[in-house]
Antibody
Framework: EVQLLESGGGLVQPGGSLRLSCAAS????????MTWVRQAPGRGLEWVSS????????YYADSVKGRFTISRDNSKNTLYLQINILRAEDTAVYHCAKDGRYADPTTPPDYWGQGTLVIVSS | QSALTQPASVSGSPGQSITISCTGTSSDVGNYNLVSWYQHHPGKAPKLMIY???KRPSGVSDRFSGSKSGNTASLTISGLQAEDEADYYC??????????FGTGTKVTVL
């Protein structure tokens, strides 16, 4: 059974940083691209970032480019999202998700975690 | 990276059929057969209902079906049941290893 468990969310001041983690199990982690998706309060789902199975290629939404860094440790079956220079509009539930088919991000996710809440507020 | 357009809400009575549209552009929905649909109950993990436009994952009821015409994908729920009440999102591959989600549709069972 595929399981994805996010952690690392919390309350942070504007301009601050957090590192989110996602522990994966139930599949061969390195075979699949992985993705972060967020949902701000009262808003819809928004693609944030994806990473190839090897970790060698990363992709970002324009809204987070330059502030967020996605990475993975295939030896630990763990996905990360380093989020810096946080803004109020980054307040959201952050979900990690396993991509559908390949090691490169081309097929939308098939399994998701429940998410971790990030609140940016002074 | 503009969001795909979905109706904000759709409702139906038990047993009826409803259809949710997802309109994109020739750069995303219209260019790839890579649209997925998700059922999302707030506070829970989104659940994949349809992938590659028309395919159903194992375990998903055959009351759910997907289709696409041009730049618009659609999700149809037949024989609507109370348990289908949730938010539904489409998602399309948008090229260059990026994805775009729909604006979301709240389904209400009357």
């Amino acid at each position: 059974e595929v399981q994805l468990l996010e952690s690392g969310g919390g309350l942070v001041q504007p301009g601050g940083s957090l590192r989110l983690s996602c522990a994966a199990s139930g599949f061969t982690f390195s075979y699949y691209a992985m993705t972060w998706v967020r949902q701000a309060p009262g808003r819809g789902l928004e693609w944030v970032s994806s990473i190839s199975g090897s970790g060698g290629s990363t992709y970002y939404a324009d809204s987070v480019k330059g502030r967020f860094t996605i990475s993975r440790d295939n030896s630990k079956n763990t996905l990360y999202l380093q989020i810096n220079i946080l803004r109020a509009e980054d307040t959201a539930v952050y979900h990690c998700a396993k991509d559908g088919r390949y090691a490169d991000p081309t097929t939308p996710p098939d399994y998701w975690g429940q998410g971790t809440l990030v609140i940016v507020s002074s | 990276q503009s969001a795909l357009t979905q109706p904000a809400s759709v409702s139906g009575s038990p047993g009826q059929s409803i259809t949710i549209s997802c309109t994109g552009t020739s750069s995303d929905v219209g260019n790839y057969n890579l649209v997925s649909w998700y059922q999302h109950h707030p506070g829970k993990a989104p659940k994949l209902m349809i992938y590659e436009g028309t395919k159903r994952p194992s375990g998903v009821s055959d009351r759910f079906s997907g289709s696409k015409s041009g730049n618009t994908a659609s999700l149809t729920i037949s024989g609507l049941q109370a348990e289908d009440e949730a938010d539904y999102y489409c998602c399309s591959y948008a090229g260059s290893s990026t994805y775009v989600f729909g604006t979301g549709t709240k389904v209400t069972v009357l």
